[in-house]
Every structure is written in structure tokens, then in C-alpha cells.
């Protein structure tokens, strides 16, 4: 990858951090610190991001800061559905490189890429977001604050590192 600034990358992953402590959400936050730099990602594609949040729908799967920095990179880098011409596949094939490149990463970074997993590795235990009991002892922890600023660094570092991968080239 070709270097990139790394000043405006911690800048925007600090940015985004701060977003998530004020907003809460991993996958419309790190998508939202990501808008604030980048104008190909919508305002629609960060509201709609939201339900993905708490591993895709709080079904405790893919986290949402994962899935948050893969849409901008989809939605920087995919061709549109119906283009099946050669630039539209090579830029198929740019997108694909790139996801892959974030995948390894955050699996460098984080050992995994779900909700669950990262609980896991940060708290030291899982909270189930499908279950109502399991929710409101998360919100309300005494540990909620270390809870929150643990998965705002989460969201911040996907966001620089979306950046990273969106900024270099190919």
C-alpha cells in the first residue's frame, strides 16, 4: 500500500472514536466518522448501517465497526450491480482486494470479527443483545463507561484503517 498521511489517519480514527462515545453504535459511527472525510459515503448508507450494530442486528455476529469500514470500502471501490464490463470487474476485483486487506487486519488487531468475540477479548464476558435482561446490565454497568470506551477505540481504529486501505492505492 502507498503511504498515507498518517496524521489525518489518526484523525479521522480519533474523530470517529469521539462520535461513538457521544452516539453509541459501532457500525453508524465508524461510518459516520468516515463520512465526515470521505463524500461518496451517504448520509442513507449511514442511517441505514445502524441496524447493524451489536454483531448485524444485535444477533451478536459480525461486528458492526467490521461491517461499518466494509461498506465504505464497497462504497468507494464496487462497481454497480448491472456493470458486468471489464472496468466494472476490475473494480470488483480492486473492492475485493481491499475487504480482504481489512479483514486480515482487523483480525491482526482483534483476533476476530464478531460482536461476541470482542466482548469477549474486551469485557471478559458477552452480553446477548437479543435479551433484555443481558442489555440492561450492560447499560447499566459500573463498568459501562470502560465498556463504551473500549468499542469506541474499536470503532475509531476500523475507521483509520478503512481510511488507510481507502487512501491507498491499489
Given amino acids: 500500500m502507498a503511504r498515507v498521511e498518517p496524521g ?20 453508524w459511527c465508524t461510518l459516520h466518522g468516515l ?7 451517504s448520509e442513507d ?3 441505514a448501517s445502524k441496524v447493524l450494530e451489536g ?11 467490521y461491517c461499518g469500514g466494509l461498506l465504505a470500502i ?15 470487474l476490475a473494480r470488483q476485483e480492486i473492492c475485493k482486494n481491499k475487504r480482504v486487506a481489512f479483514r486480515d487486519w482487523f483480525l491482526r488487531e482483534f483476533g476476530t470479527t464478531t460482536c461476541a468475540g470482542l466482548q469477549e ?19 447499566n454497568s459500573p463498568r459501562h463507561d470502560e465498556y463504551a470506551e473500549k468499542c469506541g477505540s474499536v470503532a475509531g481504529k476500523s475507521a483509520r484503517m ?3 486501505i481507502i487512501l491507498s492505492e491499489e
Avoid at 55 to 65: F, L, T
Avoid at 121 to 137: A, Y
Fill in 162 to 164: 478503512a481510511a488507510e
Fill in 121 to 139: 477479548r474486551l469485557f471478559g464476558r458477552t452480553f446477548n443483545w437479543m435479551d433484555e435482561k443481558e442489555s440492561q446490565e450492560f447499560e
Fill in 35 to 41: 463520512k465526515q472525510y470521505f463524500d461518496f459515503i
Fill in 55 to 65: 454483531g448485524c442486528g444485535g444477533s451478536m455476529g459480525s461486528c458492526g465497526a
Fill in 8 to 27: 489525518l489517519l489518526d484523525e479521522i480514527g480519533q474523530k470517529t472514536k469521539e462520535i461513538y462515545l457521544r452516539y453509541h453504535g459501532c457500525s
Fill in 74 to 88: 464497497g462504497a468507494k471501490f464496487n462497481a454497480p450491480i448491472e456493470d458486468l464490463s471489464d472496468e466494472g
Fill in 45 to 47: 448508507l449511514v442511517t
